[in-house]
C-alpha cells in the first residue's frame, strides 16, 4: 500500500474516531464513513501477504457506488446550519463547478479502483488504491473543515 493512500486511510480514521460529539450529524456524515471504512478495508487487504480479493471487489464496488453519488449529497441550501455538526466549508455551495471537479476526480479514481478490483489483478488494484487517497486528500484540502 503506498504511503500516500495509508495516510488518507489514517486520517478518516482519526475523523471517524473524533467525530463522537451530542450535536447532531449532518445525514451525509454516515455516507462518508462508509467510504472510510471501504477504503480501509482495502488497505488492510492490501497489506496482507494473500489479499482477498473478494473483500476488495465488495469495498471497491462500495466507493465507486458513493463516488458517483457524492455530488448528489450536497444539494443547494444544505450547507453548514446552526445544530448540525458538518466538517462540509460554505466554498462547496459558493465553488460548485470547483466542487464537481474535485468529485469527479475523486469518482474516476474510484472507478479506477473498482475496474482493477473487477480485473483481480493485484499490482493494478495497488496502484489505483494508491490514486484514490489523493483525490480524497484535494477535497478535503478545499471543500473540508480540519
Known amino acids: 500500500m503506498s504511503r500516500a493512500f495509508g495516510s488518507v486511510v489514517a ?8 467525530g463522537c460529539s451530542s450535536e447532531p450529524r449532518s445525514p451525509r456524515h454516515d455516507k ?15 497489506k496482507k501477504d494473500a489479499p482477498d480479493l473478494a473483500v476488495i471487489k465488495t469495498n471497491a464496488q462500495s466507493v465507486d457506488a458513493s463516488a458517483k453519488a457524492l455530488p448528489s449529497w450536497f444539494p ?16 462547496i455551495w459558493q465553488k460548485p463547478a470547483e466542487f464537481k471537479a474535485a ?26 488504491a494508491a490514486g484514490l487517497g489523493p483525490t480524497c486528500k484535494g477535497c478535503h484540502e478545499q471543500f473540508r473543515v480540519d
Not at 444544505?78 to 466549508?89: H, L, N, R, S, W
Open 32 to 46: 462518508f464513513e462508509a467510504i472510510a471504512k471501504a477504503s480501509k478495508t482495502v488497505g488492510d487487504e492490501l
Open 76 to 91: 443547494g441550501s444544505t450547507g453548514p446550519e446552526p445544530g448540525v455538526k458538518t466538517d462540509a466549508k460554505p466554498e
Open 11 to 18: 486520517m478518516a480514521v482519526l475523523a471517524l474516531a473524533a
Open 103 to 128: 468529485a469527479d476526480k475523486f469518482a474516476a479514481a474510484a472507478a479506477a479502483l473498482r475496474a482493477a478490483a473487477d480485473a483481480g489483478d493485484v499490482a493494478a488494484i495497488r496502484t489505483a
